[in-house]
C-alpha cells in the first residue's frame, strides 16, 4: 500500500508497459488526497481526517478545561501527570475502479 502518489505512478507505469489496471493488476492506495483523480481512479484507504482532527481538539480543550494550574514536579511526563487515553479512529475502504471491485459503467 503506497500513497495516492506513488499508486497513481504505479498505475501508469503498469498502462505504459501494456498491462491492465484492475485486470493484470488490483491497486490500493493509502490517503485519499487526489486519488480519484489518477488515470484508473484509485481504491483506498480513507483515514478519518475530519475525526481525528476534532478529537485532537477535544483532547486540547479537555486539557485546557482541567487544567488546575498545580504541576506535578515530575519532568518525565511533561508537567502534571494525567492517565493515557487510548481513541481508536477506524479508516475506511474507499472502492473504485484500481483494485476490481468497483461496479463497471
Same mark, same amino acid.
Given at each position: 500500500?503506497?500513497?495516492?502518489?506513488?499508486?497513481?505512478?504505479?498505475?501508469?507505469?503498469?498502462?505504459?508497459?501494456?498491462?491492465?489496471?484492475?485486470?493484470?493488476?488490483?491497486?490500493?492506495?493509502?490517503?485519499?488526497?487526489?486519488?480519484?483523480?489518477?488515470?484508473?481512479?484509485?481504491?483506498?484507504?480513507?483515514?478519518? !481526517?475530519?475525526?481525528?482532527?476534532? /478529537?485532537? +481538539?477535544?483532547? &486540547?480543550?479537555? %486539557?485546557?478545561?482541567?487544567?488546575?494550574?498545580? *504541576?506535578?514536579?515530575?519532568?518525565?511526563?511533561?508537567?502534571?501527570? !494525567?492517565?493515557?487515553?487510548?481513541? /481508536?479512529? +477506524?479508516?475506511? &475502504?474507499?472502492? %473504485?475502479?484500481?483494485?476490481?471491485?468497483?461496479? *463497471?459503467?
Amino acid at each position: 500500500m503506497h500513497t495516492d502518489d506513488h499508486a497513481a505512478r504505479l498505475v501508469e507505469t503498469a498502462l505504459d508497459r501494456g498491462l491492465r489496471v484492475p485486470d493484470d493488476l488490483a491497486v490500493v492506495a493509502y490517503d485519499d488526497e487526489n486519488a480519484e483523480l489518477a488515470a484508473v481512479p484509485l481504491t483506498t484507504v480513507t483515514t478519518p !481526517r475530519r475525526e481525528l482532527g476534532r /478529537e485532537a +481538539l477535544q483532547l &486540547l480543550v479537555d %486539557r485546557i478545561a482541567h487544567d488546575t494550574g498545580e *504541576r506535578d514536579t515530575d519532568v518525565r511526563d511533561g508537567g502534571e501527570h !494525567r492517565p493515557p487515553r487510548h481513541i /481508536e479512529l +477506524l479508516p475506511r &475502504l474507499t472502492v %473504485r475502479a484500481s483494485c476490481g471491485a468497483a461496479p *463497471r459503467p
